[in-house]
């Protein structure tokens, strides 16, 4: 945020999480404490080195999971899967990532994240191994069984439809983990070991913290900085089908590359439509004129938390010319560090979630899976200020500020005010019966695991 005085708007806003904020995390503090060590450091300090007990159980069989998607929809997986492990008394593999869609990222999981670590601390609540025993054939389908869990399923799901299966099999492998067990209706027990995972099992590499801490350093010696989630990516576009200000060149060349993917199930997209109903992420340009409306001044220290941008320096043009202080990890870290993360989506996207996390504001301009995880990280954290766009509203106002229907002034005062409400704040999730996929996701408000966990009950 530009050291200029900030609207009127955002520091009322501010004053009011912080209020609440400070309230509620005295009063929940030591339930914190319990379960995690105090959350008030964006990467706190390594755990002491003595070990919690391990838990003693019978094994009812081993559990071998392949997650999918992009980094953060993957570490969402895995806080899943270690909490059905959990629930079913089973023995977990250390979770394989997605090695095969379109980011063809071949790493590991111990290039990302701390392996011991993930180990170590959840020894008192799971048994976690390197790799499946040899006795257990990899492909032996006697003994291994492969199968994708129903998605957004509950603990009933898990106690009678698939516990019942390590009768007959001493492994099941989940080969598909996205979105497999509930946002609500899960009891408190295991909503606060999918937090404990999130938080504090999922420690990123050494390497990646190191660096990830040395870019935020960077960005504090220029003062506060925003971090700008500017979702505008090749994958993003070609898979959303959203075209809305490229040419139509551009538009065909994504439209191809959707195609050329038979998993992805969407081809004929209308993409006018899918705007309208704020289903699109803002454009270079949209996010230029929002974040002006927002308060943002010229010399704001904005870093764009993203991959390659379409398009890359051409599309940028008009928010450089908005925001110059306008920087990437390219600008901040020599070539030569950043090269043995080249080809790596997932270790770099690692690198954004930690400066993401940590920045003054966070500002996403779609609500894709890193958006959500990383503004439930900022709300256990303390609340940090997030600023959750109302895509469909800034579409409505935007296409009557650029056709001259509305004055400028109009245009910033209605962005104004439609966004008075949406700095992420202590709240309760919204539930809808059935329809999981538009509720509030768990991994972007955690309730149960927040100091407002009792308005929530």
């Not at 200029?4 to 004053?15: Q, Y």
């Not at 492990?85 to 994240?113: C, H, Y």
């Not at 954004?352 to 894709?368: E, K, L, M, Q, Y």
Request: aromatic share 10%; hydrophobic share 40%; glycine share 4%.
């Amino acid at each position: 945020m530009a050291r200029s005085r900030p609207r009127v708007w955002l520091l009322a806003a501010c004053a009011t999480v912080l209020l609440w904020a400070s309230v509620a995390q005295l009063v929940a503090v030591g339930r914190l404490l319990l379960l995690f060590g105090v959350a008030g450091d964006a990467h706190p300090s390594p755990p002491p080195s003595v070990l919690p007990p391990p838990r003693i159980y019978k094994s009812n069989g081993y559990l071998k999971i392949s997650c999918n998607g992009g980094l953060n929809q993957m570490r969402s997986e895995i806080c899943d899967m270690v909490a059905v492990a959990r629930l079913l008394n089973l023995t977990m593999v250390v979770p394989e990532l997605d090695k095969r869609s379109f980011w063809a990222d071949q790493s590991n999981f111990g290039d990302i994240f701390d392996v011991r670590h993930f180990i170590d601390s959840l020894r008192d609540e799971v048994q976690i191994i390197k790799q499946l025993p040899e006795s257990l054939g990899a492909r032996d389908s006697d003994i291994i069984f492969q199968m994708p869990p129903v998605s957004w399923s509950d603990e009933k799901y898990y106690l009678h439809q698939i516990l019942p299966l390590f009768n007959k099999y001493s492994a099941i492998h989940f080969n598909k983990t996205d979105a497999r067990l509930a946002n609500n209706g899960i009891s408190t027990e295991l909503q606060l070991l999918r937090c404990r995972v999130n938080f504090h099992a999922l420690k990123f590499t050494p390497q990646i913290e190191g660096l990830g801490n040395k870019l935020v350093q960077k960005l504090r010696a220029k003062g506060t900085f925003v971090a700008l989630h500017l979702r505008y990516e090749m994958d993003m576009l070609a898979f959303s089908g959203c075209n809305h200000g490229l040419s139509p060149e551009e538009a065909e060349e994504l439209k191809k590359m959707r195609y050329a993917y038979p998993w992805w199930r969407d081809k004929e997209i209308d993409s006018q439509a899918k705007r309208s109903q704020g289903l699109c992420p803002l454009t270079p340009e949209e996010t230029s004129l929002v974040l002006k409306a927002l308060g943002f001044q010229k010399d704001a220290l904005i870093y764009i938390a993203a991959g390659e941008i379409y398009g890359g320096d051409r599309r940028l043009e008009p928010l450089r010319a908005a925001f110059p202080k306008l920087v990437r990890k390219e600008m901040l870290l020599d070539s030569e560090v950043l090269h043995q993360f080249q080809n790596h989506s997932s270790q770099m996207a690692a690198l954004d979630f930690i400066v993401s996390t940590a920045s003054d504001v966070f500002i996403p301009t779609f609500d894709g899976n890193m958006a959500k995880l990383v503004e439930g990280h900022r709300r256990f954290l303390g609340f940090r200020r997030s600023v959750v766009l109302d895509r469909q509203k800034l579409v409505e106002l935007l296409d009557l500020y650029t056709n001259k229907t509305i004055s400028w002034d109009n245009f910033a005062s209605s962005v104004r005010e439609a966004h008075k409400s949406r700095v992420a704040q202590p709240s309760c999730r919204r539930k809808l019966e059935n329809r999981p996929k538009e509720e509030d996701y768990f991994y972007a408000n955690p309730q149960e695991c927040l100091a407002n966990s009792s308005l929530c009950s």
